[in-house]
């Protein structure tokens, strides 16, 4: 990595991301290979005069206001943000789109991007093993601390991924998870689970055919983000656990029987960095200084 020689902290950051483990919990680590095949992560934009700081920002989408607080911390080097900063092809990178802007101005300010996305949704104990071992755990019953769903996502969590992927380390590694729970619970249960753990609000849902509020659960789904494609292989699914899926989409598992609760994109996500991966970046890099965003959140929100 010659090009990554003069910023020893990016280089840091790469390496621990990129590292392919053999230790018997591989949560920390998210190599590129494991991403989606039309995903784009990695080392995305990458500054030619960086930051001589040891701090690392995170948060989920590069908004303005995320830039513009990322650019206030005199010690910030790195930005690891979740989504692509460039997904689809570009012919040109300039200050007239908002996204772009940021980009830019982040790298000229001494900044490099580095987006995981879907290495993280497949990781053994990442996103989507926070979602289950969140959605096992009875909120209802009694609260969860932080450092103990941390300690919980990185002993593992019994379920398997709905997708299996060709560069998987583990069974447990792939795109989506489905796990039958130990204790069977109602659904209205699952959502006061699911408001407690994503931090929100509100949850849209929508019960399967012949399903009421006290139908048990056994089996749960569950896919960080947009998980429509992925979801529908685990047809034998009581509920399905998402951020956003498309109308149709919601229709047809309704009609096989599998109720759905949606939670919006970006919150299934969000406060697995606060949670679960600042903790592990500053376990394992405690030469480094980790900000998590305070200015990112999901733009959708419930009046």
């Known amino acids: 990595m010659a090009h990554l020689a003069r910023d020893p902290t990016l280089r840091r950051v790469v ?15 998210a190599p590129t290979r494991l991403a989606g095949s039309w995903d784009n992560v990695g080392l995305i934009a990458q500054s030619p005069v960086p930051r001589t700081g040891r701090g690392v920002f995170l ?3 590069l908004t303005t206001d995320v830039a513009e607080e990322a650019l206030a911390l005199p010690d910030v080097n790195t930005a690891i943000v979740y989504h692509p900063v460039i997904f689809s092809p570009v012919r040109s990178l300039t200050l007239a789109q908002p996204l772009q802007r940021s980009i830019l101005r982040l790298v000229a300010a001494g900044i490099s991007i580095y987006c995981p996305h879907t290495c993280l949704d497949a990781i053994d104990g990442g996103i989507n093993d926070w979602i289950v071992a969140g959605l096992q755990h009875p909120w209802e019953k009694e609260p969860l601390l932080d450092d103990t769903l941390y300690q919980a996502v990185r002993k593992g969590t019994n379920a398997q991924p709905i997708e299996p992927i060709p560069n998987a380390r583990t069974e447990s ?3 989506g998870r489905v796990v039958s729970l130990e204790h069977p619970v109602p659904i209205r249960t699952l959502v006061t689970r699911a408001k407690e753990h994503f931090a929100i609000d509100a949850v849209h849902v ?10 048990p659960m056994r089996r749960i789904a569950v896919c960080a983000g ?3 494609s992925v979801l529908r292989q685990a047809k034998d699914a009581d509920v399905w656990v998402t951020g956003e899926l498309g109308h149709h989409e919601v229709l047809a598992a309704v009609a096989q029987g599998i109720s759905v609760i949606l939670t919006n994109h970006s919150n299934t996500e969000r406060r697995y960095f606060r949670s679960l991966f ?12 980790v900000h998590v965003s305070e200015k990112d959140r999901d733009p959708l929100h419930t009046e």
């Open 15 to 29: 390496d621990f991301l990129q590292l392919i483990g053999t230790q018997d919990s591989l949560s920390d680590t």
């Open 59 to 61: 948060a989920v989408d």
């Open 173 to 175: 590694e792939g795109m």
């Open 206 to 215: 929508a019960l399967g055919q012949g399903v009421s509020n006290d139908t």
């Open 226 to 228: 947009s998980g429509g």
């Open 278 to 289: 600042a903790p592990l970046l500053r376990d394992q890099l405690p030469e480094l200084t």
